[in-house]
């Protein structure tokens, strides 16, 4: 039984102790890779370098909602001016090419794209973001909204999937979604809410993420959407070190956790966990371009 972690701060300080004997321990249980989603550009180099030290890791560039408001163009009450969202613009495409490439002669966009897809595979960086909206922080949802904008018209360009985070934000998410689709699809990461609106982002292309929300038995009405959705339409993921599952609240969560998650909604979905993790685990390879 093989399972992918689709969103795993595995690169945070709650880690540094132990990640490589954690790592071990979770190929032991059969996770055999995961996705580091991408919260600020500092982070992306961290997450890039854990990437090629690590086998099964990949990750993701983008700036998480909760980083916005720590970047240094960051003022209260301004949008983004040109400069700033140019140079976000410029240091997630440092994500994807290699110097070399994107400073040699000029090619047709075919061969560019090429290229770049290439040296995605080698940095490993398989998507863009978290990005999204969260109406529980601090940051103006105007600004929130220009940035989802921004790494949508990015994935778009690139031809890469979203990392979608969003917190009672579902129906903005739908609308940014709306005035400009993103064509690679994507996930809306840690997925809670209803059928109706799981279907909503599954008819924009996207994919949800089942985490641990699913083994509290107050979520009921998350479990009953995820008792429904087809198996072909999710992930699984732990979003470790936050939400920890039931029975281990104040603990660090952990990507070892993941087959729980599985048992979880093998149980809800009354299938077996091995179809659980064959099928969540194509869902990802197939939606992050990874090997097979
Ligand atoms: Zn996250």
Redesign the pocket.
Known sequence: MLLFDS?C?IDFAAFDSDRAELWARCNRLGIEGLVI?G?NPAQWLNAAALCEQYSGFYFAAGL?PHWINQQPWFSPGTLLDDHSQAQIYQQLTAQLIPQSAAQSAPQSIATLHGERALAAQKKRCVAVG?TGLDKLINVPLVLQQELLQLHTMFANEYQMPLII?SVKTHNEILACFKQMPPRYGGVI??FSGSLETAQQFIAQGFLLGVGGTITYERAKKTRATFSKIPLQYLLLET?AP?MPLSGKQGERNSPEYLPQIAQQLAQLQGVSVEQVAEVTTCNAQRLFGLPE
């Open positions: 969103h701060h989603p919260v998480h978290e985070h990461h840690a979003d936050d």
